[in-house]
């Protein structure tokens, strides 16, 4: 099993900045991507980021140019610095690891506990 720590949630206002963490724990395996979606109210979940084990990183269009995604493999962990946060930002983040034991594996998910982004105008 995987764990998942999230971490930096908060209120900001427009223009502002937040960064998230969350650090993995549990069986890790080393082919692996992680990153960050989100879902606001009334609304389904989407990706915000994704970074590959060797640096591979897609983000939505929405945030590119604002939100940057890194990891440091060392402390399984990854970030989002978001910054000139607008109000359509505002949802709860959850953080997610996929991950295989090969490279013909099957791919295993696992979710964070999710934190709240609110951005007020």
């Known amino acids: 099993q995987v764990q998942l720590v999230e971490s930096g949630g908060g209120s900001v206002q427009a223009g502002g900045s937040l960064r998230l963490s969350c650090a993995a724990s549990?069986?890790?395996?080393?082919?692996?991507?992680m990153g960050w979606h989100r879902q606001a109210p009334g609304k389904e979940r989407e990706m915000v980021a994704d970074?590959?084990?060797?640096?591979?990183?897609e983000y939505a269009d929405s945030v590119k140019g604002r939100f940057t995604v890194s990891r440091e493999n060392a402390k399984n962990t990854v970030y989002l610095q978001m910054n000139n946060l607008k109000p359509e930002d505002t949802a709860v983040y959850y953080c997610?690891?996929?991950?295989?034991?090969?490279?013909?594996?099957?791919?295993?998910?696992?979710w964070g506990q999710g934190t709240q982004v609110t951005v007020s105008s």
């Open positions: 549990g069986t890790l395996f080393s082919i692996n991507h």
């Open positions: 970074v590959s084990v060797d640096d591979n990183i």
């Open positions: 997610i690891r996929r991950q295989r034991k090969s490279a013909s594996g099957p791919w295993y998910g696992y």
